[in-house]
């Protein structure tokens, strides 16, 4: 473990792997430990940065110190201490308070500001007056290493539970606390310009949903997301959803990394998502415009089946909209009929997930403008979020930042944008010898979540080479070599 002089005291952190620094900032009941099922996530992309706040783990503090009076300046002192300009921030409950003071003290630092559990201490009375009342309304003589967690996760997980209050109990003896300066206040707030997510457990008796709803009311744009079935530490409980909630979606650098993200959830809960865009003619591609996805809601095996030759952006969102199919209990087909009341339904639900109302009501376009720059404008923000420029203008329509006409005429010149560059594509690739690994090609079409079954039934002797070449549409002298090019030996098996 290493340490750094800072503001009169040894600031013991960690760091682990390269890229952009993301810095975790742990609650009252954690210490740098707490990150445990966080690290092995993030350091893959980022140079993560764990650290006992003053008061907390081996950070002692000074006697009659400032205590959390001091936490962002010790945070600036740590990043100056490290050569870090700027950083993602992540928060747990007290480390709220460390992370939105330092987003408003230093907005050129912070590149994004995550908020678990958490209102960080903010100043504004609507926010402070509701926490209060549940406080007093919610009152229990339970431990609050106890009240972190929701019960369900205790009773199915007490080793966890266990290790959790483990953690908590390495920290020093803290003197009664001290009464800590206000947080920021709703103007401060309203000046935040860094993406800034909420999250929330669904059982969190701490800060409840409602809580973290009206702080985030405060801080324009910010995003709120509910975690059923998680109390006060959603990062302990449900890591992965919660890994993937702040970083994996909008921290891949390409859009067909972003979908296969999102596709490793869905097939983790149980879908089958399929690329294909022929449906069994090899010879024809299927325009996108007959065919972008379709969703067969069947109870036992669902499947979603996207049109690989559209855009890539555009798969997510696809996928997105049959995932709302499936969830109604309805088959459907995407690529025709968009008046429908189910398909606009199904592309309201996948955009909004895809790009909150809050989120895209603070994107500023002139709806006025030449199309041409709206389009320019519109692509430059959509190529920020990894989705596809035609969802952003549609969403922008629905909010009523653009008229209908607008919409349909951006959503036409995005599509001859994007049919000019697969030409030009094809074009200058026609001629050249490419080595192409088709077996690597077949086992993405077809996904990690069928690949995965289809080689534990043969394990066991359920599935014959032929019957599972019929199911992943090659020649059984194909199957072997596809299972081995895929990689669903490390995909979620659904529950």
């Not at 921030?89 to 460390?98: E, H, K, N, Y």
């Not at 549940?134 to 997980?157: D, I, M, Y």
């Not at 010898?433 to 039934?457: D, F, H, K, P, S």
Request: glycine share 10%.
């Amino acid at each position: 473990m290493s340490k750094a002089r800072i503001n009169g005291i040894d600031i013991h952190y960690q760091t682990y792997g390269e890229g952009d620094a993301i810095v975790f900032a742990h609650g009252a009941g954690g210490n740098l430990l707490s990150w445990w099922q966080q690290i092995p996530h993030f350091s893959q992309r980022y140079m993560c940065v764990t650290f006992d706040q003053r008061g907390f783990g081996h950070s002692a503090d000074e006697l009659e110190g400032p205590g959390g009076d001091s936490f962002v300046d010790d945070l600036a002192g740590l990043l100056d201490h490290l050569n870090v300009d700027r950083a993602h921030l992540v928060a747990q409950s007290m480390g709220g308070r460390t992370m939105l003071g330092f987003a408003v003290a230093h907005p050129q630092r912070t590149r994004s500001l995550v908020m678990a559990d958490t209102v960080g201490g903010m100043d504004v009375e609507e926010v402070s007056e509701l926490h209060r009342k549940w406080r007093e309304s919610h009152q229990s003589s339970e431990l609050v290493g106890t009240r972190a967690l929701s019960p369900g996760f205790r009773k199915r997980n007490p080793e966890l539970a266990n290790l959790y209050l483990q953690i908590s109990s390495t920290n020093p003896p803290r003197p009664d606390a001290a009464a800590q300066s206000p947080g920021p206040n709703a103007d401060q707030l309203g000046g935040i310009k860094a993406p800034v997510l909420f999250i929330v457990g669904e059982e969190d008796v701490m800060t409840p949903p409602q809580v973290v709803e009206a702080g985030a009311g405060y801080v324009p744009g910010a995003r709120v997301i509910r975690f059923p079935g998680a109390g006060h530490s959603v990062y302990f409980e449900q890591p992965e959803i919660f890994n993937f909630e702040v970083s994996r979606f909008r921290g891949q650098k390409r859009p067909e990394k972003a979908f296969a993200a999102l596709r490793e959830m869905v097939e983790g809960a149980g879908v089958f998502v399929l690329l294909r865009g022929n449906l069994g003619s090899y010879h024809t591609e299927i325009d996108v415009e007959v065919f972008r996805g379709f969703a067969l809601a069947d109870p036992i095996a669902p499947f979603v089946i996207i049109n690989e030759y559209d855009a890539k952006p555009a798969w997510s969102f696809t996928l997105l909209h049959e995932l709302a199919h499936l969830w109604l209990g309805q088959s459907g087909i995407s690529g025709y009929q968009t008046e429908l009341d189910i398909e606009r339904f199904c592309n309201d639900v996948a955009s909004e997930l895809l790009l909150p109302s809050r989120e895209i009501r603070d994107f500023e376009i002139d709806g006025n403008a030449d199309i041409e720059v709206i389009c320019d404008n519109i692509n430059r923000f959509a190529d920020e979020l990894n989705v596809s420029s035609s969802m952003v203008a549609y969403r922008l329509y629905r909010v009523g930042k653009i008229t209908k006409e607008t919409w349909q005429r951006a959503a036409t010149l995005f599509r001859a944008r994007w049919q000019d560059a697969r030409n030009k594509t094809r074009e200058l690739a026609h001629g050249k010898e490419t080595r192409i690994n088709m077996n690597v090609v077949r086992a993405q079409r077809i996904g990690n979540a069928l690949l995965g079954l289809v080689n534990r039934m043969m394990n066991a002797g359920a599935l014959t080479t032929t019957k599972a070449g019929r199911v992943l549409g090659v020649g059984a002298s194909q199957v072997q070599s596809i299972l081995d090019a895929g990689d669903h030996r490390s995909a979620h098996r659904p529950a």
